[in-house]
């Protein structure tokens, strides 16, 4: 069974400060892996996805995201915060091998504040 | 414009009242799915619809019914809902070939 994990369910940055949201993942098989976005009374809006090719990919907004294989690893970075950003992230894993592809199993959840 | 679309947007209802929470999406997409969102918790999946009359659970389908008559629509019933239920829902559509999924707005549902 695939499994995501999100280190830090709130996260405190200043505006023009390094944002680091971080997510391992665990899967049996190579996983797909997403970073979506929810602002308040909002859906979730996908920021960034990789799915086997470049392990950086860039997303929406000046977020990027490297896959690391070998530290289960897919944290979710931008340079430099803006107010826009607060927001809450989720990091999600789909097993593309099983037939469900399309099936998402979600982080708990980080809640990104930015300060002035 | 590509969506999904839900609703209500709010609902406030009482124990054992059936209610039914409307999807639709209007990019022909095959894969259509429910989650519920809560504190902590993330989002977890309830039912899941490969196509047309073709349905399975997630993993919280306790409670929850669901249907696929046409491949635009996928509604979420409860059929006797309870305090447990109180959830923040979320449907969310996406093609077999490509894996994003598109999410609707969210329905926030108190029950009594």
């Known amino acids: 069974a695939q499994s995501v994990t999100q280190l830090g369910s709130h996260v405190s940055v200043s505006e023009g400060a390094l944002v680091l949201l971080r997510c391992n993942y665990s899967?049996?098989?190579?996983?797909?892996l997403f970073w979506y976005v929810q602002y308040p009374n909002q859906g979730l809006q996908l920021l960034l996805k990789?799915?086997?090719?470049?392990?950086l990919v860039k997303g929406i907004n000046g977020f990027e995201a490297e896959f690391k294989k070998s530290e289960t690893s897919f944290h979710l970075t931008k340079p430099s915060a803006h107010m826009s950003d607060a927001a809450e992230y989720f990091c999600?894993?789909?097993?593309?091998?099983?037939?469900?592809?399309?099936?998402?199993?979600f982080g708990t959840g980080t809640r990104l504040q930015v300060t002035l | 414009e590509a969506q999904v679309t839900q609703n209500p947007r709010y609902l406030i209802t009482v124990t054992g009242k059936k209610l039914t929470v409307t999807c639709s999406q209007n990019?022909?997409?095959?894969?259509m799915s429910w989650y519920r969102q809560d504190p902590g918790l993330g989002l977890r999946q309830i039912y899941y619809s490969m196509n047309v009359e073709v349905t399975d659970k997630g993993d919280v389908p306790e409670g929850y019914k669901v249907s696929r008559k046409e491949k635009r629509n996928f509604p979420l019933i409860l059929e006797s809902p309870s305090p447990n239920q109180t959830s923040l829902y979320f449907c969310?559509?996406?093609?077999?070939?490509?894996?994003?999924?598109?999410f609707g707005q969210g329905t926030r549902l108190t029950v009594v």
């Open positions: 899967s049996s098989v190579p996983p797909y």
């Open positions: 999600a894993v789909s097993d593309h091998n099983t037939g469900t592809a399309s099936k998402l199993t």
């Open positions: 969310a559509s996406s093609s077999t070939m490509n894996t994003e999924a598109f």
């Open positions: 990789y799915t086997s090719a470049a392990t």
């Open positions: 990019m022909n997409h095959e894969y």
